[in-house]
Every structure is written in C-alpha cells, then in structure tokens.
C-alpha cells in the first residue's frame, strides 16, 4: 500500500480508536494515551531530530548550485514575491470570511461570555510552551535574523538565525578559493544526501506516529466543548480550504502553467504529516521529498525555496492571526475601525514569518496583534478548545503553500521535469 494510503489509514483508525477511548482508560496503571503520547513524541522526536541539519545543509547547497550571482538573486526574489502574495491573500480570505459570519456575535450580541473562556492557569500554561521561541515585536522578529551565537540558535530551534547563517555561508563557500570551495560543495551535498536517506527511514514510521499523535489529540481534545465555537472552527475551516482549493489552485494555475490536480496529488504524505504533526519544521523533511520526488522539482530549487518558507512563508498561521483577533474583537464587542482591521491584516503578514514551525507558535503572534490594536489579551483563552485540531489544519496549508511557490519557481524558471514530464524536450 502506498505511504499515503497507510497515513490516511492510521488518521482514519486514531480518530475512532480516540473518540471511542477515556483518558483514562488502560490496563492496571497503564493509559492507551501514554501509549499514544508514546508513538506520537518518538516519530516527532525522530523528525525534529533530522530538522536542523537538513535545513542548513539543502540552503547551502540550494545557494551554491543556484550560484551567488544573478540567478540567486532572482529566484530569491521570486520566492519573497511569491510568498508576499499568498501570504496576503491568505489573510484577506480570513478577514472576509470572519467578516460575513461574525463568529463572535451570537443572537446580535457579543458573545465573550457565552463562549467556553479557559482558565487564566491553561492560557498561561499554553503561552509559556512557545514563549521565546515565536513572534516577538516586529523589530525582534527582524534582529532574530542575525543570531548571535548560531549553535546556540540551532539548539533552541531558532530557524530564522539558523537560515540566515546558512545563507550567508553558501554565497560566501562559492568566493573562497576552488580547493576550499569544491571541498565544502562536496560535503554539504553529502550531508544533505544522508539527511534525505534519514528521511525516508523515518516515514518508515510514519503510519505509526501518525496513529499516535492524532489519536492522543482527539482523546485529550474531544469534541464536546467545542459547542459555541462551532461558528469560528467552521468559518476558519472554509476559509483555509477556500484558500488551498481556489487562491492557491489560481496562482499554480496563473503563474506557474501548472495543473493543480497534479501537484495536489503530488502533495498529499507532506500535507497529511503536517496535519498529525503540527509543525511545519518536522516537516519540512517530508515535504523535500514530496516536491522532488512526486513534483519532480530539481534539488537546486527545492533545497533553496522549502526550508526558507517552512519558516517565513505560513498562510494558513496568517489566515488564523487575522481571523482569531477579529472574532476575539467580536466576541468583546469591540467594534474595529477599518484602519485597525487594516493594521490586523499587516500585522497577520508580518508576524507569521516570525512564527515558528511548531506546534501552537500562533498563539504567541495573536498576542502580539491583540497588544497592538488594543485588544483584552486573555481573549487568546477562546481559542485554546479549538486550537489543536484548527493548528493541524493550518500547519497542512502552511506546508502545502511552501510546496505551491517551490513548484511555481521552478516552471518559470524553465525546468522541465515536473510531474514526470518529459526531461529533454528539445
Ligand atoms: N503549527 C504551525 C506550523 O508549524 C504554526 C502555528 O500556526 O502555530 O506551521
């Protein structure tokens, strides 16, 4: 059976098993959700532990072949151009969305106390998981950019640091003299090669991690509380499906040439990883060798254009920003002057590039909107119910996305072997 069937399984069998399952239930002293937790954390801890090497070693060697003259620039630009666009996009479909369905009025009034507020403990609990490792003041998430001390960036799983660094080194490999140069070429390309053999392994495991995960979500999550919320879940579901299955599909249409069955079909291991996981980092092995493999995209672009957007390019992380402080705005009923929806929405842009690839890292960012425009911070406790299974879904966009750019860099850059197409037109 194909991988992505068996993942699909594994999602398929998590839920019932989950939903039919109690916390507590097990043998003796023993939980199934400890089991659970068990398979989940080692597929992950396997993942994550492939991360940082794969991201240092593919930009390095995406910034030697793709040569440190003209043509870095331009599928440099390419990429910020491309991911500026869905980005936008992204959060404008949320702003429209939450605008038409007003999540957070029930019977024409605000509805913060209707709504299941968590606790001050839980939403306390929440934050201090991703503190100092996402969003930040706008000017923090720009000084991020140039670490200090890059071991220390790439053992607290500071992306942002670790892909400038990388950046840096593969311009600066290619202006050292030959001998230097081919060496470290060499050895970086190997480290990479070993990184993506690595990869393959533990989607060995996939099937089985993919079980646990979702499996312990859905027991510890349930279904129950998610009652007043239904209305926001429902409206940032149509908005991030609207996303991928019409912005997303135009722009692989529009600007790329490409059909975007293909690349759906392409795409499905890394969307269904990034959905058991939430988080686009531990994913990113998966989504390399999606693109290259499935989409044919070359090695030169994937390994220069997935790594950066695993980082800064979140669409569905915008789209939820946007979407979650307008509906808290709702909910306190707290009318927003277009001016303030208008700075929600750059606000949405430019933090989710700091957001990290982790699981719940939005949360951080959606402080730092809600501190901005004005907003009660302990609105971020309507979220909590709902954000598990709503950040395995954004995760899915947010990778998928990544992959819709790569794909688009590579067609305009002439290649010719996507999607099994003949490699030698001519
Ligand atoms: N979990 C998301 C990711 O890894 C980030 C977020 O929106 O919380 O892409």
């Not at 940082?52 to 072949?65: E, H």
């Not at 790594?307 to 306190?332: K, S, V």
């Not at 690839?357 to 907003?375: C, D, E, F, Q, R």
């Not at 990778?399 to 688009?408: E, G, K, T």
């Amino acid at each position: 059976m194909k991988l992505h069937w068996q993942i699909l399984l594994a999602i398929g069998l998590a839920v019932v098993v989950g939903s039919l399952l109690e916390p507590e239930h097990g043998i003796g002293s023993f939980t199934f959700l400890s089991l659970f937790n068990f398979l989940g954390t080692l597929f992950l801890n396997a993942l994550h532990m492939i991360v940082v090497p794969l991201i240092v070693s593919s930009i390095i060697c995406g910034v030697a072949s793709a040569g440190a003259g003209q043509n870095l620039g331009r599928i440099g630009l390419k990429t910020i151009g491309l991911y500026t666009l869905s980005t936008l996009l992204a959060v404008l479909m949320g702003l429209f969305l939450v605008n038409l369905t007003s999540p957070g009025i029930i019977d024409g009034q605000a509805a913060g106390e209707q709504l299941n507020l968590s606790s001050k403990e839980e939403l306390e609990s929440s934050l201090s998981k991703v503190e100092g490792r996402s969003g930040g003041d706008i000017a923090g998430i720009f000084l991020r950019m140039i670490p200090t001390n890059v071991v220390a960036s790439a053992a607290k799983g500071d992306m942002l640091g670790l892909i400038v660094f990388s950046l840096l080194f593969g311009v600066f490999m290619l202006r050292v003299s030959a001998q230097y140069s081919a060496t470290l070429k060499n050895f970086w390309q190997g480290v990479f090669e070993v990184m993506m053999a690595m990869t393959m392994f533990v989607m060995r495991l996939a099937p089985l991690g993919v079980f646990g995960l979702v499996a312990k979500t859905i027991m510890s999550t349930g279904f129950a509380a998610f009652g007043p919320l239904l209305v926001f879940f429902f409206t940032v579901v149509a908005a991030l499906l609207l996303h991928t299955f019409v912005s997303l599909a135009l722009m692989l249409r529009m600007i790329g040439g490409i059909n975007p069955l293909k690349h759906y079909r392409a795409m499905i291991p890394a969307m269904l990883t990034a959905f058991s996981t939430a988080s686009s980092s531990a994913t990113l092995p998966v989504t390399i060798e999606c693109l290259e493999k499935n989409a044919g995209v070359s090695n030169r672009t994937s390994s220069f254009v997935l790594p950066l957007g695993a980082t800064i390019n979140m669409d569905g992380t915008a789209l939820y920003e946007c979407a979650a402080a307008l509906f808290i705005a709702q909910a306190y009923g707290l009318d927003l002057s277009f001016t303030q929806q208008f700075l929600v929405v750059v606000l949405a842009l430019l933090t989710s590039i700091g957001v990290a690839g982790i699981p719940a890292a939005s949360l951080v960012a959606i402080s730092v909107i809600l501190t901005a425009v004005g907003l009660p911070l302990e609105g971020i406790g309507l979220l909590l119910v709902t954000d598990r299974i709503l950040d395995m879904m954004r995760t899915a966009v947010n990778v998928f996305s990544d992959s819709c750019c790569a794909v688009i860099v590579a067609s305009t850059e002439g290649e010719t072997g996507l999607y099994g197409r003949a490699k030698n037109t001519e």
